[in-house]
């Protein structure tokens, strides 16, 4: 690998090892979702156990195979994440100064454990609470049954809302030490911030009422997990800057 004078990679240099960084990501990705493909009852077993014994339906020939290649692509991405954030960050690392280098693992470490907390709270608590509610609407007359497209849909959705959720601490921390969100501000935009959590939990959870009440709750408790993240940076920063 060549460098200019300055230390610096050229362009090209720069493009070519990006290429190569995304074929080993892209390789492994094939990789990891051709494995979990043959272990795809295994994974949907897994996914149906609040289901409590119920058995999933397919309505067309092909549902199922699409239902379980798409189920086999996600979960190769999560089993391929480490190799893809290994790869994002060795090309980007480099770049960075020695502060920039501490702030970028502390991010990303908040945002794996942040993402999988939101997972494991979600598969747990939530998840199980909700199918229940659906399921109790079902009489002699009313059999619930659920196809696997749908209901892998929603399984992936409804986790991936929750794991997306669980940043917000993060990001009110990383704002807070950037110096662009302030405790004071936070406080006082409280009730702003509500129905923000209000629409969001809208947008982001499977259009029914009972998976955005319940997930109103962990927003608000992030929300203020947030603006204590913000002020012990506050603290902190205080503290630099009397030292100096």
Same mark, same amino acid.
């Given at each position: 690998m060549v460098n200019n004078k300055d230390g610096t990679m050229p362009v090209l240099e720069h493009l070519s090892e =990006?290429?190569?960084? =995304?074929?080993?990501?892209?390789?492994?990705?094939?990789?990891a979702s051709g494995i979990c493909f043959t272990y795809i009852e295994r994974i949907r077993s897994i996914l149906t156990i609040p289901l409590e014994g119920k058995q999933l339906i397919y309505l067309s020939p092909p549902e199922a195979f699409t239902a379980n290649l798409r189920l086999a692509l996600f979960s190769g991405l999560v089993v391929s994440l480490p190799v893809i954030l290994y790869q994002i960050?060795?090309?980007?690392? &480099?770049?960075? #100064?020695?502060?920039e280098k501490k702030f970028y693992v502390a991010v990303l470490f908040g945002i794996i454990v942040l993402f999988s907390a939101g997972i494991v709270f979600a598969y747990q608590i939530v998840f199980p609470f909700t199918l229940r509610f659906f399921l109790q609407f079902a009489d002699a007359r009313l059999d619930p049954q659920f196809t696997i497209t749908e209901y892998i849909s929603f399984v992936i959705s409804f986790h991936l809302a929750f794991g997306a959720v669980f940043q917000l601490p993060l990001l009110t921390w990383a704002l807070g030490k950037l110096g662009l969100l #302030? #405790?004071?501000?936070?406080?006082?935009?409280?009730?702003?911030?509500?129905?923000?959590?209000? !629409? =969001?939990?809208?947008?982001? #959870? &499977? &259009?029914?009422?009972?998976?955005? !009440?319940?997930?109103?709750? &962990?927003?608000?408790? =992030?929300?203020?997990?947030?603006?204590?993240?913000?002020?012990?940076?506050?603290?902190?920063?205080?503290?630099?800057?009397?030292?100096?």
């Open positions: =990006l290429r190569l960084r =995304l074929v080993i990501s892209a390789g492994a990705l094939l990789v960050s060795a090309y980007i690392f &480099p770049g960075l #100064t020695r502060n #302030t #405790t004071q501000f936070l406080r006082r935009h409280r009730k702003i911030a509500l129905l923000i959590m209000l !629409v =969001l939990s809208a947008i982001i #959870t &499977p &259009p029914d009422i009972i998976s955005q !009440v319940v997930m109103i709750l &962990p927003l608000a408790f =992030l929300y203020e997990l947030g603006i204590i993240m913000v002020l012990i940076s506050e603290r902190k920063r205080l503290k630099v800057q009397e030292e100096q």
